[in-house]
């Protein structure tokens, strides 16, 4: 009910209350339940008092109060990220996507509805999705058909009736294709659907979801997922949070159904369909640790048997585990890379060839469930606090898990190693080309570890539990931790950060407070 049809309503309820009271003054009940006229109302009954009191007027009927029309103006077609300007989009906030597909591997085709429950953060005549390349056979808001238009990974969607501020909203998009990459744009060249070996899988950061479903594609923005997905039945589904079930259908496939209890930015998304191998080995502090591998690696599970170590040495240092449930994910491809995605992290088959320092990944990617995903970037150009934090939270679990490590001495030989790491770009501002540059990792690491250097053990533990604490949910940027670190050491730490983070000289690391 709008604002004006409240005080109609409101004025209604004051004249029947007035007419109540009104008649209750006119009689009185006798001792038998009759009711007679009081001495009050006999009087002013009486024939000299009829011809004197002037006629009462009439009480007035209020006109019925109809509601204006929302005019509304169309919301943004980015959230002004400085890297990415066309990420994300303006004018609502979404609260959980649901997210029912059928993958068919004969044909690569995906199809299904993904529906947006969202609240409208302006009136908004249009709005915005991101979602490249898919066809879509069907849109509505609210139940109803609904215009759009598409200009590559712009989705605009135009309502029939404009959408009141504070109103939530419902949007289902039904769409059907094979999944893009987003080499079809120039700006991002590394995320979306991957279709290689037996499996299909995702990977998404800075973003790629609008591949493959329709989003609002950007970290600012977190939501809720449920993942439905129905493929063959002899192929296994993974997804993000826990599994809800399993439900064989007639036709020769299978339903998979997934539930996210947290908000996640979107590029943490995880989902696989292949020939997995689903693995439950133990529970951290209630936590499930939840593995899936592709069968042909998947009795060499092994390698991540440090997971739960590492997860009660974070939990002391950071602060408890944030969401319902962790693993790995294991696809059959050579991937290259790692990537946090919440709840689980996935892998290429390469990081079991050797080549690399499985137990150094697998800290890296679990520190990101705090560092990355519980707190995220307000914009790319701060990626720093995601990278530079999971790369000193490598070492800091070797510092705690071997009395042997010397922390000071590694930093050390990091930072002496190949300085050209650590002066282009700095880490504070790569620029989106060198998003994923050496520095960002390394440098970003060191700088943290100066940081210890310079306030103390005490207080560092402090600002990263109270950073973790204060901006869980949400989005942060380097001011944010930088006035976390200032409030707990009670130093003033302005000239440091811009040393370490936009200089291109290296600074000398601290001996220590």
């Known amino acids: 009910m709008r604002l004006k049809a409240l005080v109609v309503a409101v004025a209604f309820a004051l004249v029947a209350t007035a007419c109540s009271s009104r008649g209750a003054e006119v009689t009185q009940e006798g001792a038998d339940g009759t009711t007679e006229p009081t001495a009050e109302a006999a ?69 299904g509805t993904t529906t947006i429950e969202a609240t409208a953060t302006q009136d908004l005549a249009s709005f915005n999705l991101d979602f490249l390349g898919m066809e879509i056979s069907e849109l509505t808001v609210a139940g109803t058909d609904a215009d759009f238009d598409r200009d590559l990974a712009e989705l605009t969607v135009i309502p029939n009736e404009a959408i009141a501020e504070g109103d939530p909203f419902e949007t289902a998009v039904t769409y059907s294709g094979t999944p893009a990459r987003t080499e079809a744009l120039s700006d991002i060249d590394i995320g979306g659907w991957y279709f290689e070996g037996s499996n299909a899988f995702v990977v998404s950061e800075p973003a790629g979801n609008f591949t493959w479903h329709p989003v609002n594609d950007h970290p600012t923005d977190k939501a809720l997922f449920r993942v439905i997905v129905t493929a063959p039945d002899e192929l296994t589904v993974a997804s993000a949070g826990l599994l809800e079930s399993t439900t064989p259908n007639e036709d020769g496939t299978a339903t998979w159904i997934y ?11 995880p989902l696989a369909i ?15 640790i939840r593995n899936a591998l592709v069968s042909s690696v998947a009795d060499q599970v092994g390698a991540f048997d440090a997971t739960a170590d590492m997860m009660e040495i974070f939990t002391e240092m950071f ?21 946090e995605q919440q709840t689980m992290s996935i892998f290429g088959t390469d990081f079991l060839e050797g080549g690399f320092n499985i137990d150094s990944v697998v800290a890296h990617e679990l520190a990101h469930q705090w ?103 949400s989005n ?38």
């Open 319 to 339: 602060g408890p585990y944030p969401f319902d449930a962790y693993g790995v994910l294991v696809v059959d491809t050579a991937l290259g890379v790692a990537l």
């Open 43 to 111: 009087a002013a009954e009486s024939p000299e008092d009829a011809e004197s009191t002037p006629e009462s007027a009439p009480t007035p009927t209020p006109e019925p109060t109809v509601d204006e029309p929302v005019v509304g103006t169309p919301g943004a077609d980015g959230v002004g990220d400085p890297y990415y300007p066309t990420l994300g989009n303006g004018g609502y906030d979404v609260q959980r996507y649901v997210l029912d597909l059928t993958w068919d591997p004969a044909t690569a085709v995906l199809s």
């Open 274 to 288: 292949g020939d997995l191998v689903l693995l439950e080995d133990t529970t951290v502090g209630g936590v499930p």
């Open 476 to 513: 942060v940027t380097t001011e944010d931790f930088v006035a976390v670190a200032e409030e707990v050491s009670g130093q003033d730490l302005d000239d440091f950060f811009d040393a370490w983070l936009y200089s291109t000289d290296l600074p000398a690391i601290p001996e220590g407070s």
């Open 371 to 473: 560092f990355g995903n519980l707190v995220s970037v307000a914009s790319w150009d701060n990626i720093w606090l995601n990278e530079g934090f999971a790369t000193y939270a490598e070492h800091l679990y070797f510092e705690a898990s071997d009395p042997t490590y010397d922390i000071d001495a590694q930093i050390a030989g990091v930072a002496s190693f190949a300085p050209e790491f650590f002066s282009n770009p700095v880490p504070g501002d790569p620029g989106p080309d060198q998003l994923f540059a050496a520095s960002v990792y390394f440098r970003g690491g060191v700088t943290l570890h100066a940081l210890r250097r310079t306030i103390g053990d005490d207080a560092f533990f402090e600002t990263l539990r109270t950073y973790l604490e204060r901006f869980a949910g």
């Open 259 to 269: 539930e996210a209890r947290d908000p996640m930015a979107p590029y943490l998304l």
